[in-house]
């Protein structure tokens, strides 16, 4: 067994279907670069490593990075709600926001996403989530009800006395009708080299439409894994934007489901790797009923010695006639030492379709270059505007100005900081 295994099993005291759910994560261990979904992703590192429980916050936390995000908010800290640096004035009336751990106390009916089963062998991390997550969102919003504002969930690093692992489960239902908009931030507030399991689920009812908007900024020394199960029904929508611009080791799986006839996907994002970090995101979209659509824009860059991986997986269900699939990945390499490894993959068993799929990997284009050096512009600025320019597509797919022009400035803050000149 790994060191990191055997120091979560000496701290484990669950029973029933968490004890259930540890076992089979003890049986299967971590996966290796064997398994076909984790090839790129090398986890020897990590599963060498003991981290202690996350305790609720005790830690003093520097609230600076929360001045920028407005209430409604929920603040979990190390991966535990907490209520100090919380707001959750300006609720609508329909909208329901509790911690997990509050939710655990009340009617049983309310954490039943709680019992879901994780079956694959390379499901280490859900299952781990699932034995060990007592704390995280639980967001319901009624029929018909129509938010606002964005509501914002934030999870901070914060440095602890010893190295923390953290699990923490989300849930984002939509009933019939409803609309909202959530922003999730993952950022560290002080160097930590914490490890993070997160597993969100997103369930939008019919006609519901969630816009979703994803900023991981975590701490060059944080270990993140994190994982969203998302099942749409008749006519909904989920439109999301994912940034993927920090931690050293960074894992994020997007998997989607488009059950009911109609089902609207448009999930864009970014990769930013430098320094010597590894960013891995995994999309699986299944069309499973008639007349349903995903729309995917990627961009990645990689800088210094880093390695990022894309993985974009379309499957068009028998059945799922009328599916309209795009998926887009363009990447850039800024360094002689970076990777980048990029997977299109797109499966059809249905007649009368529409798809669409591909992924490049490229240096600038020399003759932009040029053009712009002519204009009077330095090196730098040329390169700064050309990146700048590759990564603005996917930003745009939220449809609301004021979301787009935050994620814009996160971007280029980014690039400012990590793209050699």
Not at 121 to 138: I, S, Y
Not at 196 to 219: I, K, S, Y
Not at 383 to 396: D, K, N, S, V, Y
Request: with cysteine; charged share 25%; hydrophobic share 45%.
């Amino acid at each position: 067994m790994s060191a990191l295994l055997d120091a979560l099993a000496a701290e484990f005291h669950g029973e029933g279907a968490r004890r259930e759910a540890f076992a089979a994560a003890l049986a299967s261990g971590l996966p290796t670069k064997r398994a076909e979904r984790w090839k790129y992703t090398s986890l020897h590192a990590l599963e060498q490593r003991t981290f202690t429980p996350s305790a609720s916050p005790s830690v003093p936390v520097d609230a600076t990075g929360l001045a920028g995000i407005p209430a409604p908010r929920l603040v979990f800290v190390n991966g535990r709600f907490d209520g100090a640096l919380s707001d959750e004035r300006g609720l609508p009336e329909g909208v329901s926001l509790r911690p997990l751990a509050a939710s655990l106390e009340g009617d049983p009916r309310e954490t039943a996403f709680l019992a879901r089963r994780f079956d694959d062998t390379d499901e280490v991390f859900a299952r781990l989530n699932a034995a060990f997550a007592h704390d995280g969102a639980v967001l319901r919003v009624a029929d018909g009800v129509h938010g606002d504002g964005p509501l914002h969930l934030v999870f901070l690093g914060a440095p602890a006395a010893a190295d923390v692992a953290w699990h923490a489960r989300n849930l984002i239902e939509l009933r019939r009708g409803a609309s909202l908009t959530v922003v999730e931030h993952h950022f560290g507030t002080g160097g930590h080299a914490h490890f993070g399991n997160l597993l969100t689920h997103v369930h939008l009812a019919a006609g519901a439409r969630l816009l979703h908007a994803r900023v991981q900024h975590e701490g060059t020394g944080a270990t993140l894994i994190a994982r969203t199960d998302a099942v749409l029904a008749r006519e909904a929508e989920y439109r999301r934007v994912d940034l993927e611009l920090g931690a050293g080791l960074s894992r994020h799986e997007l998997n989607v489901r488009l059950e009911g006839g109609g089902a609207r996907l448009l999930a864009n994002g970014v990769l930013l790797a430098d320094g010597s970090r590894h960013l891995d995101t995994r999309l699986c979209v299944e069309h499973i009923a008639r007349d349903t659509s995903c729309d995917l824009v990627w961009r990645g860059l990689a800088a210094d010695r880093s390695r990022a991986v894309f993985h974009g997986g379309i499957t068009i269900r028998a059945g799922a006639d009328g599916s309209d699939a795009r998926l887009s990945n363009k990447n850039l390499l800024l360094s002689e030492g970076a990777e980048i490894d990029a997977q299109p993959v797109l499966e059809i068993h249905a007649d009368e379709v529409k798809a669409a799929h591909g992924a490049t990997v490229g240096r600038l284009d020399e003759t932009a270059m040029f053009y712009l050096r002519s204009r009077g512009l330095s090196v730098a600025d040329a390169r700064r505007l050309l990146i700048g320019a590759f990564c603005r597509e996917p930003l745009r797919a939220p449809g609301d100005a004021a979301l787009v022009t935050m994620l814009e400035a996160r971007v280029e803050a980014a690039l400012a900081a990590s793209v050699p000149a």
